[in-house]
């Protein structure tokens, strides 16, 4: 019998062509890796911590029945909504995202808008100067400011010896630290995509401003910058987004005082063992995030193509 | 323009300052003979020797770069896969979710991703390991990687790729001949970015590395914890240094490719 007789089922035919074998190689891969977690994290979320390994209670339980009883409680996000700590928590982070966002966003644009007006001969090892620190440590990075800002570290040394202060001043494991961590390390992602904007920003369009009567700086206001808000829409989602849960700069940098919420679920898991509790944390942290997300993948998309 | 503005170059310089003073600080110390961090006490690398003697960084950075190695080499076949597969597939059923699952890792704080996939991992009874650190880091390293060949293969004319197809040359052949020349300067950069970002990582690391998989970062760290030292900064400069020659080196490649591309 001639192997092609064998009658397949058109839709498994369908299922199993190349270009369906070809996609679903990295589909699958991110499905399990990335989507299924999510869906640990909410029902370890539903659980209640026991002492165990691993340490929390199991959602179904098999008794003397045929069908599990599910057991779900919502002990862990009524505990996260009854302690105000957790509710401060989110909060300040969003207090320093936002914050901190708008900081990079002014530093990072008059970085990114004078590297793409510079000589073009310069560009090249201009943007190269830019994205070198990107490539670096994160942590290294991080570590290098706290010997700058450290109460005997190098700033207050430097100032001290020309006599500009003559008490040290108190920067280190202060919410300004955090900051100044935060716009350092972040810098980078938002100069990235306001250059490409700015880069390729058709100046015949400044040129008719400036013919018409138009002072720059209102030029800048009125063409540049609306000009490039796609730019500056990912540089801010790029820093809002990552901030948000940001864990080592605050841990290092910052003090007791410094709350953040990705601290909280780092403590929350490593220290008290309350996984419960630290996916719960997770799960309202990633609901508050979902839709800055998806606007940033689409605007991405919409870049790309 | 021809010229810098006057804003432009003060821009300029205390931006790159801003960028570049902590670093430079940072390997200058790491040459001082004393331990004290903001004392001067003259030139030494007794601090590197030092390091050569630290039984604890050599193993930590023994498994950081295996890690990285194999997760990079991994995340770029499979990112490299996926970029194709967005730009050339069309619009083939769960599209959207596709993309998603490919930008959300790249913004998705660090520690949503670390505790999700470690959970993952103990609910099915896998070992925290060596393994699990590299297929975490796979996973969103093979998204960033994605994202680069996908922005290249936007930018080149697919009409050549479609010629060939038209004259019989089968989809394999036409990939090795015509779509692989042409973004293999992406999948370059793709595997050398992959490398440098599970190099750097310490939060993912943290949540899924066990005992015995310890990663330079969270040895780092934990050192960071104790204080600031010379062996640290030590360290330190010998990755910045690997780091600035493995991108000052992949840039110059990128460019005398072009330059050939643009003489042929």
Redesign the interface.
């Known amino acids: 019998m001639n192997i092609k007789e064998i009658q397949v089922p058109s839709f498994l035919r369908r299922a199993f062509n190349?270009?369906?074998a070809?996609?679903s190689?990295?589909?699958l891969?991110?499905?399990f890796?990335?989507?299924?977690?999510?869906i640990?994290?909410l029902?370890?979320s539903l659980a209640q911590p026991v002492i165990a390994m691993?340490p929390y209670t199991d959602l179904l339980k098999w008794g003397e029945s045929w069908w599990p009883t599910i057991q779900a409680s919502l002990d862990s996000y009524l505990f996260l909504f009854s302690d105000s700590l957790y509710i401060h928590a989110y909060l300040s982070s969003l207090k320093i995202a936002i914050i901190s966002t708008i900081l990079t966003l002014i530093?990072g644009y008059?970085?990114a808008?004078?590297?793409a007006?510079?000589?073009?001969r310069?560009r090249?090892i201009?943007l190269?100067?830019?994205?070198?620190?990107f490539?670096?440590?994160?942590?290294?990075?991080v570590?290098?400011?706290?010997?700058?800002l450290?109460t005997?570290?190098?700033l207050n040394?430097a100032l001290t010896t020309i006599g500009i202060i003559d008490k040290p001043l108190i920067i280190m494991n202060t919410d300004l630290a955090v900051y100044i961590g935060i716009v350092?390390s972040y810098?980078p992602f938002m100069i990235l995509p306001l250059y490409a904007n700015l880069e390729k920003m058709d100046m015949s369009l400044l040129e008719a401003a400036a013919d018409l009567g138009c002072r720059p700086l209102k030029t800048f206001w009125t063409v540049t910058i609306p000009l490039s808000l796609p730019g500056i829409l990912a540089g801010c989602?790029?820093v809002f987004?990552?901030v948000?849960?940001?864990?080592?700069i605050p841990d290092?940098l910052g003090g007791s005082q410094t709350l953040m919420i990705?601290k909280v679920?780092?403590g929350e898991?490593?220290y008290n063992r309350d996984?419960p509790v630290?996916?719960a944390v997770?799960i309202i942290?990633?609901a508050i995030?979902v839709v800055p997300?998806?606007f940033?993948?689409k605007s991405?998309?919409k870049a790309?193509? | 323009m021809k010229k810098f503005g006057n804003f432009n170059i003060a821009a300029l310089v205390i931006g790159f300052s801003f960028l570049y003073i902590p670093i430079i600080l940072l390997i200058l110390f790491s040459f001082n003979e004393s331990r004290l961090v903001t004392v001067w006490g003259g030139f030494s690398t007794k601090w590197y020797g030092e390091l050569m003697h630290n039984q604890g960084i050599k193993d930590a950075a023994w498994v950081t770069i295996k890690v990285a190695f194999i997760s990079s080499t991994v995340a770029t076949l499979l990112g490299t896969i996926a970029g194709i597969v967005m730009t050339r597939f069309g619009n083939f059923r769960g599209r959207t979710l596709f993309s998603g699952m490919i930008y959300a890792p790249m913004v998705m704080p660090e520690v949503i991703i670390g505790l999700s996939t470690l959970l993952m991992f103990v609910s099915l009874a896998i070992d925290r390991g060596v393994l699990t650190v590299t297929l975490a880091h796979i996973t969103f390293s093979m998204c960033y990687v994605a994202v680069i060949i996908q922005s290249r293969m936007s930018s080149y004319d697919d009409s050549i790729t479609e010629a060939a197809l038209d004259l019989g040359c089968t989809p394999f052949r036409t990939f090795m001949l015509i779509t692989f020349p042409i973004i293999l300067p992406a999948i370059v950069s793709g595997w050398l970015l992959a490398f440098t970002l599970s190099l750097d990582d310490l939060v993912i690391a943290s949540f899924t590395s066990g005992p015995g998989s310890t990663t330079l970062p969270i040895k780092i760290y934990s050192m960071v914890r104790l204080g600031v030292t010379p062996e640290i900064n030590a360290v330190s400069t010998i990755l910045v240094g690997l780091v600035t020659v493995g991108v000052v080196t992949a840039s110059l490649i990128g460019k005398r490719q072009k330059q050939q591309l643009a003489q042929s």
């Open positions: 190349g270009r369906n070809i996609i190689i990295p589909y891969w991110l499905l890796l990335f989507l299924f977690p999510f640990i994290v029902k370890i691993p530093i008059s970085i808008y004078s590297v007006r510079a000589p073009t310069w090249g201009l190269m100067l830019v994205i070198l620190p490539w670096t440590s994160f942590l290294i990075r570590y290098a400011w706290i010997g700058i450290k005997e570290g190098l040394l350092y810098l989602f790029l987004i990552p948000m849960g940001e864990f080592v290092l990705g679920l780092w898991f490593f996984w630290a996916s997770a942290l990633l995030l997300i998806m940033y993948q991405q998309e790309i193509s």
